[in-house]
Every structure is written in structure tokens, then in C-alpha cells.
């Protein structure tokens, strides 16, 4: 079955760290890049970061550069997100979406459900 | 990277046709023609439905459509059925290899 899963989600500390997995099934996961976008309940969706398909080249918002860190495991078909120096404004529901443009970015055909994650103050 | 902008509700009743905006900047939306828009059913996966501005993936109705005007594009949503109540959100490339996406529009089936 195609699909994405993430999980890693729960209640943090601010300031503190949580990582969160995203994993792959039903398709070769070394063909494609993969993006992590975020919605704060009520609100609407944030691109967060993107890891191209070898994972040689990430990016990020700047609301997350230099706190947030994405990897992936083509062994184990498996995208993470690290984040650290996590803030309030960081409480959402980070979801793992699955890159199909061949030249751009912005073509997300395949989404997970979601993990959510709560920084507590 | 400021959100694009989207009006927060959009309705109308079975049948009729609806159509959702979303504006940008030249270096987003006007940009390139690299839009695509998602349908979210709250507690599920989001859907894409339009890609490049106006295509439409396998699988996707023909009641759906998009479109591009300098900044802005457009979803419309023709012969609206109860199932097609759910959240809209537009999403752009910006450059940089960057994406931004819109503030989402609520879709109400009357």
C-alpha cells in the first residue's frame, strides 16, 4: 500500500527536542523528494523543509532555519525531522508530503495523516 | 515567505460553481506556473487536486479546474456536491527552492 506515516509527535518542553519520522511504503522511496509542512490547529498550512531524493540537498523555511534539521534513511525508507530549541509557535500538526514535480517544487501528490506536536511552556 | 492570500470562506449550494482565489506576489504566483491546490478533510491526509496551475492528477473530477491571471490563480469548483466541503489551500513555488502556501479557504455546501 502507498502511503506515509509519521509518528514522533506528543508533548515537549520549549527548548527542548523532539524528532519525528516519517515512513515510506509501496513505492521506491530513493525516486522522490520529500517535504514536512506544519499547521497550527484552526490555521493553515506552513512549508517547513524539503530533502531532495538523495538527500544531498535540504531547505528551510526561515522560521525553522538553523533549529530544524531533515534526513532520511533509504535503507529504511524513513524521512525525519529534528527539531530543536523547540517554541510555542512550533505546537502543530507536522505532516510528512511526498515531492512528484521532476523540476520544481510544489507538487505534493502523496500526504501522511499527520503527528502532532504540543511545546509546552 | 508571506502566506498567499486566500478568502477564509467560500459556500454554495449543490449544483451551482464556486470559485476560490489566491493571490501572490511576482516572485511566488506570477512567477512561475508551478500552483497547485489541496483539498483537506480535517483528520485526513490533504489531497492535491490541481498541479501547475491546471492540471489535474488521474482520479481527480473534472468539476474541478484552475487557473492563472498575473498574481492570482484560481480553483473552481463546478457542480458542487456535499463531499466537496472541506478546506482549499493554494501552494506556490517561490524560488529558492522554496514553496509557500495559501491560508486555506473553508468550502461550505449549503
Known amino acids: 500500500q502507498v502511503q506515509l506515516v509519521e509518528s514522533g509527535g506528543g508533548v515537549v518542553q520549549a527548548g527542548l527536542s523532539q524528532r519525528l519520522s516519517c515512513a515510506a511504503s509501496?513505492?521506491?522511496?530513493?525516486?522522490?523528494?520529500f517535504h514536512w509542512v506544519r499547521q497550527v490547529p484552526g490555521k493553515g498550512l506552513e512549508w517547513v523543509a524539503v530533502?531532495?531524493?538523495?538527500?544531498?540537498?535540504?531547505e528551510y523555511a526561515d522560521s525553522v532555519k538553523g533549529r530544524f534539521s531533515v534526513s532520511r534513511d533509504q535503507f529504511k525508507s524513513i524521512v525525519y525531522l529534528q527539531m530543536n530549541s523547540l517554541r510555542a509557535e512550533d505546537s502543530a500538526v507536522y505532516y510528512c508530503?511526498?515531492?512528484?514535480?521532476?523540476?520544481?517544487?510544489?507538487?505534493?501528490?502523496?500526504w501522511g495523516r499527520g503527528t502532532l506536536v504540543t511545546v509546552s511552556s | 515567505q508571506s502566506a498567499l492570500t486566500q478568502p477564509p470562506s467560500a459556500s454554495g449550494s449543490p449544483g451551482q460553481s464556486v470559485t476560490i482565489s489566491c493571490t501572490g506576489t511576482?516572485?511566488?504566483?506570477?512567477?512561475?506556473?508551478?500552483v497547485s491546490w489541496y483539498q483537506h478533510h480535517p483528520g485526513q491526509a490533504p489531497k492535491v487536486i490541481i498541479y501547475?496551475?491546471?492540471r489535474r492528477p488521474s482520479g481527480v473530477p473534472d468539476r474541478f479546474s484552475g487557473s492563472k491571471s498575473g498574481n492570482t490563480a484560481s480553483l473552481t469548483v463546478s457542480g458542487l456536491q456535499a463531499e466537496d466541503e472541506a478546506d482549499y489551500y493554494c501552494?506556490?513555488?517561490?524560488?529558492?527552492?522554496?514553496?509557500?502556501f495559501g491560508g486555506g479557504t473553508k468550502l461550505t455546501v449549503l
Open positions: 508530503a511526498r515531492e512528484a514535480a521532476p523540476t520544481y517544487l510544489g507538487y505534493f501528490d502523496l
Open positions: 509501496g513505492f521506491t522511496f530513493s525516486r522522490y523528494g
Open positions: 530533502i531532495w531524493y538523495d538527500g544531498g540537498r535540504k
Open positions: 511576482s516572485s511566488d504566483v506570477g512567477g512561475y506556473n508551478y
Open positions: 501547475e496551475v491546471s
Open positions: 501552494c506556490s513555488y517561490a524560488g529558492s527552492n522554496h514553496v509557500v
